[in-house]
């Protein structure tokens, strides 16, 4: 590769990493309010409660920036 192909991937990975990070941090938030309302609502039954990320789920985006760096995983 070239550098400017090298770079080209380069950024194509960070924008993919930055995705993940910001769909993770929704995920995160969106977790942390449905733990709130389920204690609000019932709280016996609020560690019961299941997960449920919906559209901030980051497992579709796992093991897509697969490298060099990233082989031995």
Same mark, same amino acid.
């Given at each position: 590769? &070239? $550098?400017?192909? /090298?770079?080209?991937? &380069?950024?194509?990975? #960070? /924008? =993919?990493?930055? =995705?993940?990070? /910001?769909?993770?941090?929704? $995920? *995160?938030?969106? #977790?942390?309010? %449905? !733990?709130k309302?389920? !204690?609000e609502? @019932?709280? /016996?039954?609020?560690?019961?409660?299941?997960?449920?990320? $919906? #559209? *901030?789920?980051? %497992?579709g !985006? @796992?093991? !897509?920036? @697969?490298?060099a760096? #990233?082989?031995g995983y």
């Open positions: 590769m &070239d $550098g400017e192909e /090298e770079s080209i991937v &380069d950024r194509d990975k #960070r /924008e =993919l990493r930055k =995705l993940k990070r /910001e769909i993770k941090r929704a $995920g *995160s938030k969106h #977790r942390r309010r %449905q !733990l309302r389920d !204690l609502t @019932n709280p /016996e039954e609020a560690h019961r409660s299941e997960e449920s990320l $919906g #559209r *901030s789920s980051s %497992q !985006l @796992n093991r !897509l920036d @697969n490298d760096t #990233r082989r």
